[in-house]
Every structure is written in C-alpha cells, then in structure tokens.
C-alpha cells in the first residue's frame, strides 16, 4: 500500500455508485460521466475490482457493472488491495548499515533486528491497514444517502435507466462506447 492514488478516490466513488443502483448495472461510461472523468480511466481500474471479486461484468445491451457481493462485505482494505495491490507502505533502505564510518561492512549491532524506522512504518502501516478493513462500502454508502435528499436517488436512477436504454447491441461492458 504505497501513496493511494487517485484512481483509489475515483473506484470507491464509483461503487458507490453501484450500491445505489441496486442489481442493475451501470456502464463505464455512466459511471465516468457521474463523476466527470473519462470513461478510460474507469476501464483501468475495473478489470481489476473484478478479478478482486469486488464487482462482475454483465454482458448485453443493457449490460455494465454491479457489485459481485454485498456492499456490507466489501471493505475499503480490498478495494485499496485490488486497485493499487498489496505494496509495502514503506520500502526500508537499510540505511542503517551504510554509514561511512563503517568502512567495509557495518558491525552486527548496527543491523541486528528491524531497522527502527522500520518499526515504526511496519506499526504505522498495520494501523492503516486495520482501519481500512474496519470500513465497509455499505457503511459509507448508508451515510452518503443519509446527506442526500430522495429525490436525488430517483434523479440519477432516471439519468441511469434512460441512458441504459439508448445503448446500441454489440457492445461488450467494459468497453467504451464510440462517440455519437
């Protein structure tokens, strides 16, 4: 778990997204256009929230996205682990052992055990990671509609039912649509 990019924010948005939509799926497209980024940049991060188990495919003209498993049981550690992977927060230099007073190799106490700052990114890293997975995509999703008044919900499922009905046959789900 290295610097969580953007492409971490704009995934969980987008699950969001599908929580709301309940078992109906939602194009790339859709889901870029809800939140105003192209449609490539949702193609690369899907394929990898549905090799995680976290959303399927469903194929047809009407075809897209949902969530492969209840939102209760996606924690934001798997969506973080699924898109970014699992990297180390931290990558430790064992800098300790390269002190120029050392010469040619460092003595075995100045190397023995975990590096210290080690220890400390390890410890912080754990923290993280716990917190992550303490988090669940239904928790979010329940305080977002919670803010935001009904009528907004029938709003985008008419926005979503009326572009689920204007799409062409042939077209596979993660793919995007050709410009009109």
């Given at each position: 778990?290295?610097?969580?990019?953007?492409?971490?924010?704009?995934?969980?948005?987008?699950?969001?997204?599908?929580?709301?939509?309940?078992?109906?799926?939602?194009?790339s497209r859709d889901l870029a256009e809800?939140?105003?980024?192209?449609?490539?940049?949702?193609?690369?991060?899907?394929?990898?929230?549905?090799?995680?188990?976290?959303?399927?495919?469903?194929?047809?003209?009407?075809?897209?996205?949902?969530?492969?498993?209840?939102?209760?049981?996606?924690?934001?550690?798997?969506?973080?682990?699924?898109?970014?992977?699992?990297?180390?927060?931290?990558?430790?230099q064992e800098i300790r052992g390269r002190?120029?007073?050392?010469?040619?190799?460092?003595?075995?106490?100045?190397?023995?055990?975990?590096?210290?700052?080690?220890?400390?990114?390890?410890?912080?890293?754990?923290?993280?990671?716990?917190?992550?997975?303490?988090?669940?995509?239904?928790?979010?999703?329940?305080?977002?509609?919670?803010?935001?008044?009904?009528?907004?919900?029938?709003?985008?499922?008419?926005?979503?039912?009326?572009?689920?009905?204007?799409?062409?046959?042939?077209?596979?789900p993660g793919k995007p649509e050709p410009?009109?």
């Open positions: 778990m290295a610097h969580l990019t953007v492409s971490v924010e704009y995934g969980i948005h987008c699950l969001l997204w599908l929580v709301g939509s309940g078992e109906t799926p939602l194009s809800l939140q105003g980024i192209s449609v490539s940049f949702v193609a690369k991060i899907f394929p990898r929230l549905e090799k995680a188990g976290i959303v399927a495919a469903c194929e047809g003209v009407r075809g897209g996205y949902r969530l492969a498993r209840p939102p209760e049981e996606i924690s934001f550690l798997q969506i973080v682990d699924a898109i970014e992977g699992s990297k180390p927060l931290f990558d430790c002190c120029a007073v050392f010469e040619a190799s460092p003595p075995e106490w100045a190397t023995r055990g975990v590096c210290g700052v080690h220890q400390v990114m390890l410890k912080a890293e754990k923290a993280m990671r716990e917190e992550l997975a303490a988090h669940s995509l239904a928790e979010v999703a329940a305080t977002f509609s919670r803010k935001a008044p009904g009528e907004f919900f029938v709003e985008v499922r008419d926005w979503t039912s009326e572009r689920a009905g204007k799409r062409k046959p042939g077209r596979r410009p009109s």
